[in-house]
């Protein structure tokens, strides 16, 4: 009965994940605006907004909240027991991508924007940056139950930033003009001080992927063993 309840509480959460992240695309896509004060940053339209980290980690973590969804109603109507080895390591990819979408905008962007934190957090972003992330890590560390994934698996948590990696490394190399690359083809401002910092920059970065994937793994363990032990 415990597990049923907290299968219900997931199902809810994706519910959510799922209509917010194609609302948030959406408002992203067509330009709307729905609040104002500042000027915003890291916002695009049409098919530019899949160029960043943020919707893409939102739109592949919406993807996965779907999915869970048709299994979690598979799960408490009594058609199947649990979810899948390969879907709940799914959600961890997905988790660690949006977690890391999080941190990146609260502790680098945040403060090396012209207008601070608050120019990140506006219309879609406000979605993007803040609440999907929000939800999804709240789902999976005291939501969903999975006992026989080991910590080795922590390791699947870097593919969605690793291949974004591929794709912005090669798209800064390209656009190299004396030296130096526009802001415009380096949207997160990772190497304005130099091409050479993207040597510091990639291998961090995945370090950081690696530890949020494995800090995911471990709350979503601890919270697990002390509802067991109840």
Do not use: C
Not at 42 to 70: P, R
Not at 121 to 131: A, K, M, Q, T, Y
């Amino acid at each position: 009965m415990k597990n049923n309840k907290r299968v219900k509480m997931s199902l809810y959460i994706n519910i959510m994940i799922t209509i917010l992240t194609i609302i948030a695309t959406i408002i992203m896509i067509t330009g709307f605006k729905f609040m104002t004060g500042v000027e915003p940053v890291l916002e695009s339209t049409k098919i530019g907004v899949f160029k960043f980290f943020t919707v893409d980690s939102n739109l592949f973590a919406g993807i996965i909240s779907f999915i869970f969804i048709l299994n979690e109603i598979s799960i408490i109507k009594g058609e199947k027991k649990e979810i899948s080895d390969k879907l709940y390591i799914l959600k961890l990819m997905a988790t660690t991508a949006v977690s890391l979408t999080f941190i990146v905008v609260f502790v680098y962007l945040g403060n090396i924007a012209e207008n601070g934190l608050i120019s990140l957090l506006l219309n879609s972003n406000l979605f993007f940056h803040l609440i999907i992330p929000l939800l999804n890590i709240i789902d999976f560390i005291f939501f969903i139950k999975k006992e026989n994934i080991t910590y080795k698996y922590a390791f699947y948590g870097l593919i969605p930033t690793l291949l974004y990696a591929v794709f912005y490394t090669t798209n800064v190399i390209i656009h190299i003009e004396n030296g130096r690359v526009s802001p415009k083809y380096d949207w997160y401002w990772f190497v304005q001080n130099g091409l050479w910092t993207i040597v510091i920059v990639a291998p961090m970065i995945l370090l950081i992927t690696y530890i949020i994937s494995v800090i995911l793994l471990l709350l979503n363990k601890i919270i697990n063993r002390k509802l067991q032990d109840k």
